[in-house]
C-alpha cells in the first residue's frame, strides 16, 4: 500500500516534470514568447532538467534549449554562460539518438549566431561529439549533426579547419551518399562551407571524393538539393585552375546548363556562380563553355534575372569576354552586349551596373569590331551618363571611367563619336578627339560628315593649353581642313567679320568721289 | 616724088604733126608707162610666184620625205616600246598573281584566316541555338518530374492520412507492427511522421465570414461566454502537427535497455568497415573523362583531303613554317 502511494507520489513527479518541459518546447517555438521565457528564468530550470533520469524529459529539455538558443544571440550566449554545453556534450556518446539528435539541434543552435559562440562550442568538445553523431545510422542524426557542423564551419577559415580535423569530412562525404533528401541537402550544404574559406580545405574535401558524388547528383528534381550542390561546386571551382579542371572533368557540362533556365531564383544563380568560377581561370576552360554553348544560356538567364540573381551571370559574360579577342567576339555574336544594355538601363542597384559596365569593358577594348560593337549598341552614352551622374557610387565612376577610356581608345565609329564630342567632361574628351584625329586625315567622308554635323565647331571652342596631348589632336584635326574653313568655324569669328564691317568703307564713285566731297565741302549756292 | 610731095603736103600740118605726135606720146605716155609697169609686174610676179611655187613644191618634197622618215623611225620605236611594255605587263601580271596567291595563302595560315573566322562564329552561334534547344528540354522533363514527385507524396500523403488510426501505441500494437523490431519500419514510419494538412479551402470560404463574426463580437452584439480563443488561432492550434516522435517511441522507464538495444542493433547492421570496392578495382584503367572531346570543333577540310583532282603534284603538301593555333594578337 505505502509502496503504491510511493509510486504514485514519483509517477506524478515524473509526469509533472515531462509536462512542463513539454510546455516550454511549444512555448519557445513562438516567437513572442521568448521574452518572457528568458525573464522567468527558463535556462537554469532546464539546465537540470538535462541530467534528468527520465529520458523523454532529458531529450524534451535539450528542444526546449535548442529552441530557445536559435531564437537570438542573447540567449545563446546565456546558454553558454550557464555552462551546459560540456554537461550537453558529454552526454552524447552514452545516450540514444534522440538525445543525440536533440544535442545537435542545440548546437546548431549555438553556433549559427557568431564565431565566439561557435569557438565556444568547439572548445567544449562539440565537433568530437556531432563527429560521433556523424556516425549514426539514424539519417535525422546524421542531418541534425551535419547542420550543425555546416553553421560551426561557415563562419571563419579556422573553425572550417577545426572542422576538417576533427574528421568529418569523409564523414560528410558518406552522408551525400545516404537516400535520405535532407541528410544529402544539409551535407552538402556543410560541405560548400568548408570549401568556401580556402584551398587547402577544398583539397581535403576533394581528396575524399566529394566531387563525384556532387556531379552524380547535378541532374536531381530537388530544389534545394540542387542549390546546396551548385554552390558547392562553385566554392571548390573558385580557388585555383587544377581545381577547375577537376570540377569540369566530372562531366557536370551539359547538363549544367539546364539550371540557368530552372524556375526557382536560387538555382539559377548558383549556375551562374559555378559557370563564372569555371570561366574566370584560363581562356581554355572559357572556350569549352563557349563550344557548348554556354553563352545564350547565359544570355537567356540574364533576361529573366534582376538584381543579385543577374550579378554572377553578368560577371561570367566578363571573365569570359577578358581573356582574348576571339571569345570577347563569341559574346557579342551570343548578343552578350545587347543584354548587358538592358540590364544597365533597367537595374537600380550600383553593384550591378558597376559589374555590367565592367563587363562591357572587358567585351569592347580588343579591336575597332568590338568597340564597334559596343557603340552601335548606343552604350556611349549611357556610360557617359554613369560616370558624371551624381546618383553614381565611386566604385561605378570608376569603372565607367575605365570602360570609356579602354573602349574609345578602339572606337573609330564617327556616328557614334559626336554626340560624345558635346557632352564629355574633359579627360574622356582627349579621347575622343584622338580618335577623331586618328581617322580624320585618311577619309574624306568622315570630314565632311565632321564639318557639316557641327563637330568641328564644337572642337574649335575647346581650351586646350599648348602642349598637351588634346592640344596636339586639336592641331592635327585643324590641319586636315582648309584655313579658311577652321577659320570661319572658329569662335569670335562673326564679330571679327563685324569688325571689319565697321571700319569698311566701300569705293562705289569710281573718282567722282573727290567732286563729291568738295562739292559737299563748297557752300550749297541755294542757303547762301 | 611722091614721098617728097606727100611730105611736102603733109609740111603745113607736119608741125601740128610733130606736136599732136609728141601730145600722143605724152598724152599717153603715162599711161603706156602705166600699162608697161603694169605688164612688167605682172609678169615678175607670175615668174617669182611660179618661182616661189617650185621652192615650195621642193620644199615639201624634202619635208615630205624628212617627216615619213621620222614618222617611221618613230612607229618603229613606239613598236618596239610597246612589244617591251607588253612583255613586262604579262610578267608583272604574273609575279602579281604568284604574289598575291602566296601572300593570300600566308596571311589565312600565320596571321588571319576570316573564313575560320566567320566558320567559328557560325559555330558558336548553332551550338548556342542547340544547347538552348537542350536546356528547354531539360527544364521541362524536371518540372515533370517534379510534379509527379509532388503528386506521388500527394497521394502517398492522402493515403496514409485515410489510414492514420492504423498506427500501433502501446496498448494495441497495430496490423503493421513487427513484434521482431522495437523501431518502426516501413509503413509505421510513415504513418507516425503523417502531416495533417491545414484544409485551405474551407478557410478561404470563410474568411470573410469570420471577419464579420469577429467583428460583430468586439462590438458586443453577441457576447460569447467563458474565454474562448478566436477561430483562428483555435484552427491553428488544433491543425499543428503533433511531435510525436519523442513521447511514443520509447517507454520512459527503461534508459539501460534503450542504450543496450541501440548498441546491439549498430554492431549487426555495421558489416564491415572497409568501403567496399569490386574485386577487379585495380585492372580497371583510370577514368578520362574530357569534355573537350564531348563538343568539338573542327575547322572544314582543305580541298586537297575533299576533291584530290585538283591536286597538281605528287607528293602530300608540306608545310614549312609551323601555323599558329589560335587567331590572337592580330588584327
Known amino acids: ?528 | 616724088m611722091t614721098t617728097y610731095q606727100r611730105l611736102v603736103v603733109q609740111l603745113d600740118t607736119f608741125p601740128e604733126l610733130v606736136v599732136l605726135r609728141h601730145h600722143e606720146a605724152d598724152t599717153d605716155r603715162a599711161r603706156e608707162y602705166r600699162a608697161a609697169v603694169r605688164l612688167q609686174s605682172w609678169v615678175r610676179g607670175y615668174r617669182i610666184r611660179d618661182r616661189l611655187r617650185r621652192l615650195h613644191q621642193l620644199a615639201a618634197v624634202i619635208q615630205r620625205h624628212w617627216r615619213g622618215y621620222l614618222g617611221r623611225r618613230y612607229y618603229r620605236r613606239l613598236l618596239q616600246e610597246t612589244v617591251l611594255r607588253a612583255q613586262a605587263d604579262y610578267y608583272r601580271r604574273q609575279a602579281t598573281l604568284i604574289q598575291k596567291t602566296w601572300r593570300g595563302f600566308r596571311s589565312r595560315l600565320f596571321v588571319f584566316n576570316f573564313a575560320e573566322w566567320k566558320g567559328y562564329l557560325n559555330f558558336v552561334a548553332d551550338q548556342n541555338d542547340e544547347l538552348r534547344v537542350q536546356c528547354a528540354l531539360e527544364c521541362r522533363r524536371l518540372s515533370e518530374e517534379r510534379k509527379t514527385v509532388c503528386s506521388s507524396e500527394i497521394l502517398q500523403q492522402k493515403t496514409l492520412i485515410k489510414t492514420h488510426h492504423m498506427i500501433s501505441t502501446k496498448t494495441i500494437p497495430g496490423v503493421y507492427n513487427s513484434p521482431y523490431h522495437r523501431e518502426r519500419i516501413g509503413i509505421e514510419k510513415h504513418l507516425a511522421s503523417i502531416r495533417f494538412p491545414v484544409r485551405p479551402t474551407k478557410k478561404a470560404k470563410t474568411k470573410p465570414e469570420d471577419k464579420v463574426e469577429d467583428d460583430k463580437s468586439a462590438s458586443g452584439a453577441s457576447k460569447l461566454q467563458g474565454p474562448f480563443l478566436p477561430r483562428l488561432e483555435l484552427r491553428r492550434r488544433l491543425s499543428r502537427r503533433p511531435c510525436q516522435s519523442l513521447r511514443t517511441a520509447e517507454p520512459f522507464e527503461n534508459t539501460e535497455a534503450a542504450v543496450r538495444d541501440q548498441r546491439r542493433l549498430a554492431k549487426v547492421h555495421c558489416v564491415s568497415e572497409q568501403p567496399f570496392r569490386p574485386p577487379t578495382a585495380h585492372l580497371l584503367p583510370p577514368l578520362l573523362s574530357s569534355v573537350h572531346a564531348a563538343v568539338p570543333y573542327r575547322a572544314p577540310p582543305p580541298f586537297r583531303e575533299t576533291d584530290s583532282s585538283r591536286f597538281v603534284g605528287s607528293g602530300d603538301f608540306r608545310r614549312v613554317l609551323r601555323p599558329v593555333e589560335t587567331f590572337d594578337g592580330c588584327v
Not at chain 1, 505505502?2 to 509510486?7: K, W
Not at chain 1, 511549444?26 to 521574452?35: C, G, H, I, V, Y
Not at chain 1, 576533427?166 to 535532407?182: D, F, H, N, R, T
Open chain 1, 1 to 528: 500500500m505505502a509502496a503504491r502511494l510511493i509510486e504514485q507520489a514519483f509517477d506524478q513527479y515524473n509526469k509533472s516534470r515531462l509536462q512542463f518541459v513539454q510546455t516550454v518546447a511549444d512555448l519557445a517555438s513562438r516567437p513572442q514568447n521568448m521574452e518572457h521565457l528568458h525573464d522567468n528564468n527558463v535556462m537554469s530550470l532546464l539546465h537540470p532538467l538535462l541530467m534528468d533520469v527520465v529520458p523523454a524529459v532529458q531529450q524534451t529539455a535539450a528542444l526546449a534549449l535548442g529552441k530557445l538558443a536559435s531564437f537570438s544571440q542573447q540567449l545563446a550566449q546565456t546558454l553558454v554562460t550557464s555552462n551546459i554545453l560540456p554537461q550537453l556534450i558529454s552526454q552524447v556518446p552514452v545516450q540514444n539518438r534522440f538525445y543525440k539528435k536533440s544535442a545537435c539541434f542545440v548546437l546548431r543552435a549555438v553556433a549559427k549566431h557568431s564565431v565566439e559562440l561557435a569557438r565556444t562550442v568547439i572548445e567544449s568538445g562539440g565537433l568530437n561529439a556531432l563527429v560521433v553523431c556523424l556516425e549514426e545510422f539514424d539519417p535525422n542524426v546524421k542531418e541534425s549533426a551535419a547542420w550543425a557542423i555546416g553553421y560551426v564551419a561557415r563562419h571563419s577559415p579556422e573553425l572550417a579547419q577545426s572542422v576538417v580535423d576533427a574528421g568529418a569530412v569523409p564523414l560528410l562525404v558518406l552522408c551525400i551518399k545516404e537516400p535520405e533528401i535532407g541528410v544529402k541537402r544539409v551535407a552538402a550544404s556543410a560541405l560548400s562551407d568548408i570549401c568556401k574559406h580556402s584551398e587547402e580545405l577544398t583539397h581535403v574535401v576533394v581528396e575524399n571524393g566529394a566531387i563525384s558524388n556532387f556531379a552524380a547528383l547535378i541532374s536531381s528534381p530537388d530544389t534545394k538539393l540542387k542549390r546546396q550542390i551548385l554552390s558547392a561546386l562553385s566554392n571548390i571551382a573558385k580557388h585555383t585552375l587544377a581545381l577547375a579542371e577537376l570540377v569540369v572533368e566530372a562531366e557536370i557540362f551539359p547538363d549544367v546548363f539546364s539550371g540557368l533556365q530552372d524556375a526557382d531564383d536560387l538555382i539559377r544563380r548558383n549556375t551562374a556562380g559555378l559557370i563564372k568560377e569555371i570561366v574566370k581561370h584560363t581562356p581554355e576552360l572559357a572556350q569549352l563553355i563557349v563550344n557548348a554553348g554556354g553563352m545564350a544560356s547565359i544570355v537567356d538567364y540574364l533576361g529573366r534575372s534582376e538584381g543579385h540573381v543577374a550579378l554572377p551571370g553578368v560577371m561570367a559574360l566578363g571573365f569570359t569576354a577578358a581573356h582574348s579577342q576571339q571569345l570577347a567576339m563569341s559574346v557579342i555574336v551570343s548578343r552578350g552586349v545587347v543584354q548587358l544594355a538592358i540590364c544597365l538601363n533597367e537595374e537600380k542597384d550600383d553593384h550591378i551596373r558597376g559589374a555590367a559596365v565592367w563587363a562591357l569593358g572587358q567585351i569592347g577594348r580588343h579591336t575597332p569590331e568590338h568597340a564597334k560593337a559596343i557603340a552601335m549598341a548606343n552604350l556611349f552614352p549611357k556610360l557617359l551618363e554613369c560616370y558624371t551622374s551624381a546618383d553614381s557610387s565611386d566604385d561605378l565612376q570608376d569603372k565607367a571611367r575605365r570602360t570609356l577610356k579602354s573602349v574609345l581608345q578602339m572606337c573609330v565609329y564617327m556616328p557614334a563619336l559626336d554626340p560624345l564630342l558635346h557632352e564629355a567632361p574633359p579627360n574622356i574628351l582627349k579621347y575622343v578627339v584622338g580618335q577623331y584625329s586618328k581617322v580624320l586625315p585618311h577619309d574624306p567622308q568622315a570630314r565632311r560628315q565632321f564639318v557639316t554635323s557641327g563637330c568641328l565647331r564644337k572642337v574649335q571652342e575647346i581650351q586646350a593649353e599648348p602642349g598637351t596631348e588634346l592640344r596636339e589632336y586639336i592641331n592635327t584635326i585643324n590641319n586636315c581642313f582648309p584655313e579658311e574653313i577652321v577659320r570661319y568655324y572658329s569662335p569670335g569669328y562673326s564679330e571679327h567679320l563685324l569688325e571689319r564691317l565697321e571700319t569698311y568703307e566701300p569705293d562705289w564713285t569710281d573718282g567722282a568721289r573727290e567732286d563729291w566731297q568738295q562739292d559737299a565741302a563748297a557752300p550749297s549756292g541755294i542757303t547762301a
